[in-house]
């Protein structure tokens, strides 16, 4: 099995659309999934990140409703689920469709017209393995609307929208990264987001011109708890910053931190002040042009700060790290929310095979489902494609 890139899905999604309805499409957007290189369970403590957008997208064909309501259809899923754009609030659409007709309500909200519309989705973005599938179709229903508006609506406040439809409309409580990522990504480039005021600044990732790769390694472990573990380590970090007397951990000092009673919410409080530190230190060394291998041993360590302090890895994941690191690999650590998911692995370009069959023959070892590998190429934000 591979999560190859359907470089047709632009094409699929506008003729999919132009078979059904027998006109073409008012326009084709597309938003990526994205992994994110450091900087884990930061962006809710004002802390930094620093994902980058991958060749993975979802792509939305879009025109005016042949009908008095908005239907959506995904290549996905099953059946088309309708609704009305101009009206719908939270709590009228559950499932899939939420993620679209959320992103409506939310730009609405922010005070932009939203007519109903015919919406045809496509995405080779891997569904619940942490690359952030639900953010890209967001981001691309966002994009859509302003296109379809006709209204110049910035990278910023179209992810705000996307982030408003995951949290408010679906209820999913998560931070911002994943939109901005999806709207501010570009070829070759990391996404350094300040997650206190939401600043962006760009910072090359030329892997090709070092010999490296950076391997994604979806790991397709069982996801467990995912969601209650997640609320539990909002809460710890908010005690700590509470024990510390800061608006944030962000703000925090690791030797403070130290001091804290309580052990665990020392340990949690002591991954996100030191991976706030890492990720500068990436940002930094990548700024001046250094080598990338420079930077594997700040991935080895954030993977030991989530494992041991923040304790969100599962074995699966370990097992990923380990052989990878094994087979060659110059850093290698967990990304995103934890409890499964993905592994990335920093590997020079002649040795991505050798790691993929280490991680392979690890898992076949304990007779687990295979993982799935691929390159992991910092790729464009969203944008219309046709
Ligand atoms: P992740 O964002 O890590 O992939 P989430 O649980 O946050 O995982 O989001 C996955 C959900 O997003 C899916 O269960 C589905 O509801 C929705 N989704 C993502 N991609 C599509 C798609 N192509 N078509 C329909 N729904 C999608
Ligand atoms: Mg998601």
New binding site residues.
């Given amino acids: 099995m591979t999560h190859g890139t359907r470089h047709d899905t632009g094409i699929r999604a506008g003729t999919a659309f132009a078979a059904r309805h027998d006109r073409s499409p008012a326009g084709v957007w597309f938003a990526p999934g994205r992994v994110n290189l450091i900087g884990e369970h930061t962006d809710y403590n004002d802390g930094f990140v620093l994902p980058f957008a991958l060749p993975q997208r979802?792509v939305l064909a879009a025109g005016p409703a042949a009908g008095r309501r908005s239907t959506v259809r995904?290549?996905?899923?099953a059946e088309p689920v309708t609704f009305s754009a101009a009206t719908v609030v939270p709590g009228e659409v559950p499932?899939?469709a939420g993620?679209v007709a959320g992103t409506c309500w939310a730009f609405r909200e922010a005070g932009y017209p939203v007519p109903e519309l015919d919406l045809e989705?496509?995405?080779d973005?891997?569904?619940?393995?942490?690359?952030?599938?639900?953010?890209?179709?967001e981001s691309a229903v966002g994009v859509a609307l302003a296109g379809l508006a006709g209204v110049e609506v910035g990278p910023t406040e179209l992810a705000r929208i996307a982030r408003r439809a995951e949290n408010e409309f679906v209820g999913?409580p998560t931070g911002g990264m994943d939109q901005m990522a999806a709207m501010h990504g570009r070829a070759g480039r990391l996404v350094f987001l300040d997650t206190r005021d939401d600043t962006v600044e760009l910072v090359p990732f030329d892997l090709p011109a070092h010999d490296l790769e950076l391997l994604v390694i979806d790991s397709r472990a069982p996801h467990a708890h995912a969601g209650g573990e997640y609320g539990q380590r909002r809460r710890d970090c908010e005690e700590a910053a509470a024990a510390l007397g800061v608006p944030a951990l962000r703000d925090a000092l690791l030797d403070d931190v130290e001091r804290l009673a309580d052990d665990r919410v020392r340990r949690r409080a002591r991954h996100v002040v030191t991976e706030n530190d890492r990720v500068r230190e990436v940002v930094r060394l990548l700024g001046v042009g250094t080598d990338p291998r420079e930077i594997g041993p700040l991935l080895d360590a954030s993977h030991t700060s989530m494992r041991d302090d923040f304790e969100i890895t599962v074995p699966h994941i370990d097992v990923a790290v380990e052989a990878a690191r094994a087979a060659g690999a110059y850093g290698a650590r967990m990304t995103g929310g934890g409890f499964g998911g993905c592994v990335i692995a920093l590997c020079g370009a002649r040795d991505v095979a050798a790691v993929t069959e280490a991680v392979e023959a690890a898992y076949a070892g304990r007779g687990w489902t295979a993982p799935v590998a691929f390159p992991g190429t910092p790729s464009a934000g969203a944008a219309r494609l046709g």
């Fill in positions: 979802a995904s290549t996905q899923e499932g899939w993620y989705l496509d995405s973005v891997p569904v619940g393995a942490g690359l952030s599938s639900s953010a890209a179709v999913a």
